[in-house]
């Protein structure tokens, strides 16, 4: 079955540093691909998502590029921020293949930066 | 756009008790929405996918009669928890999926319900 791999954490970093955060996929299909931020005690947030290979998905400075060659998402930011601290999901939709519209979850990394 | 609310954010109770949990979107018309369940420090897990106004699709290993599923309106879910004990004791997530169906949709998710059974 599908499934995603995340590198585990924590992903500690000092403010201003480069920040990657690995995800690699199986899947059968062409999934689409999501990673979603989770702030303490919260739900989830979409970051960002890519629908096809070569795609990158960007917002609020984090960017990630749907590498169909290497079935990796990989999560960049190039300067985090005290406020990035949070728990990290990359996700999968394989729908068109499986016919079913759930989403496939990586285990979750957590960053925390310090000041 | 796409906000889903979920109440309440807190609740402890009794063991013996059952417990609803309300997800409902704000700014869009949910065809399906799904009920996730978070252990500390864990990954999430489905625990069902629901369609409005038919019966709930549960993962395999969740029990029905435990985590009863209601998806009346196209804004509105719940998820009981009956006869809830301290195992059952998590955080629940719901998220939804709106209308027009497009393949592959983003899930816009709710802030979560501690449930904490005593």
């Known amino acids: 079955g599908d499934s995603v791999t995340q590198m585990e954490g924590p992903v500690t970093l000092s403010e201003e540093a480069f920040l990657t955060i690995n995800c690699t996929y199986t899947?059968?299909?062409?999934?689409?691909l999501f990673w979603y931020v989770q702030y303490p005690g919260e739900g989830l947030q979409l970051l960002l998502k890519?629908?096809?290979?070569?795609d990158k998905g960007s917002n609020k400075g984090f960017e990630a590029t749907y590498r169909k060659e290497t079935t990796s998402f990989h999560l960049e930011k190039g300067s985090v921020q005290v406020s990035d601290s949070a728990v990290y999901f990359c996700a999968l939709s394989d729908e068109l293949n499986t016919g079913f519209q759930k989403l496939v979850f990586g285990t979750g990394t957590r960053l925390l930066v310090s000041p | 756009g796409a906000v889903v609310s979920q109440h309440p954010s807190w609740v402890i109770c009794k063991s013996g008790t059952s417990v609803k949990i309300e997800c409902r979107s704000l700014?869009?018309?949910?065809?399906?929405m799904f009920w996730y369940r978070q252990f500390p420090k864990q990954s999430l897990m489905l625990m069902a996918t629901s369609n409005e106004g038919s019966k709930a699709t549960y993962e395999q290993g969740v029990e029905k009669d435990k985590f009863l599923i209601n998806h009346a309106s196209l804004t509105l879910s719940t998820l009981t928890v009956t006869s809830a004990h301290p195992e059952d004791s998590s955080f629940y997530i719901c998220s939804a999926r709106g209308v027009p169906y497009l393949l592959n949709q983003p899930q816009h998710f709710g802030d979560g319900t501690r449930l904490s059974i005593l």
């Open positions: 700014d869009f018309q949910a065809t399906t």
């Open positions: 899947a059968t299909g062409y999934p689409s």
């Open positions: 890519a629908t096809k290979a070569d």
